[in-house]
């Protein structure tokens, strides 16, 4: 099976291009203030409605409420929400059910102890995101080019797909991958030039690393 990439946090129309062309399977578009990569509702309506058919749409948001996500998934068309913030197994659950999307949930991995996490929340969530533990004193709890240690999951499975995330590059996903196992993976800093502008020459090169593996 192929791998499948996410390219995470596009901000400009050039972005979604590269993305499709590259051959990714999933874009993302953050939704979180803090964020370099945050879009307001109109940005984001209009670049999901430049997204070609087969690339699959993910709105990451973080300890969203219900108006919250009521205006997100009203104005962005969308396939999936991507949940990064303290969501609770209770509260994934419910958003899943009450907006009729698939719900991604990310979990924070820093070390051993986090890794129950990942097999809770694969009860309740449709997959999940195994991501670095953001910093102490980060602005945001993902996004930071932080890699964890990967041999904490190599050869690990859970109930539901998953996708790893955090601190990956072209030059690191395709050891990344053959660590891990994973047939997913999703990034966003390594394929910028600066926080928040994404760099097409990366992007490509990431799809290709990935596919290497
Ligand atoms: O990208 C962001 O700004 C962001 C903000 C808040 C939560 C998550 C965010 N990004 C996600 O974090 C991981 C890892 O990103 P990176 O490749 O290390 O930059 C990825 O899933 C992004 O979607």
Redesign the pocket.
């Known amino acids: 099976m192929e791998i499948k990439v996410k390219i995470?946090?596009l901000t400009r129309p050039e972005d979604v291009t590269a993305v499709a062309k590259a051959g990714a399977a999933y874009c993302?578009f953050?939704f979180?203030p803090k964020?370099?990569?945050n879009l307001d509702l109109a940005t984001a309506k209009s670049l999901a409605l430049a997204v070609p058919a087969g690339l699959a749409k993910v709105a990451?948001v973080?300890n969203a409420d219900d108006a919250r996500l009521e205006q997100i998934t009203a104005a962005v068309p969308l396939d999936m929400l991507q949940l990064?913030g303290t969501e609770s197994f209770d509260r994934v659950a419910e958003i899943r059910a009450r907006y009729g999307l698939p719900v991604m949930k990310?979990v924070g991995v820093a070390d051993e102890s986090d890794l129950p996490a990942l097999e809770e929340y694969g009860r309740v969530a449709d997959q999940i995101?195994v991501?670095a533990k953001p910093p102490k004193g980060a602005d945001?709890?993902?996004?930071?080019?932080?890699a964890f240690d990967w041999r904490l999951i190599a050869g690990r499975r859970w109930p539901v797909p998953w996708m790893l995330?955090?601190?990956?590059t072209p030059e690191n996903v395709t050891e990344a991958i053959r660590l891990t196992g994973a047939r997913q993976v999703?990034?966003?800093?390594?394929v910028e030039s600066a926080p928040g502008v994404k760099d097409p020459a990366r992007i490509r090169a990431f799809v290709e690393a990935a596919r290497r593996a």
């Open positions: 995470c946090g993302g953050v979180f964020s370099p990569r990451l973080v990064h990310a995101l991501d945001r709890p993902g996004g930071n080019a932080i995330a955090g601190g990956l999703d990034v966003s800093s390594g």
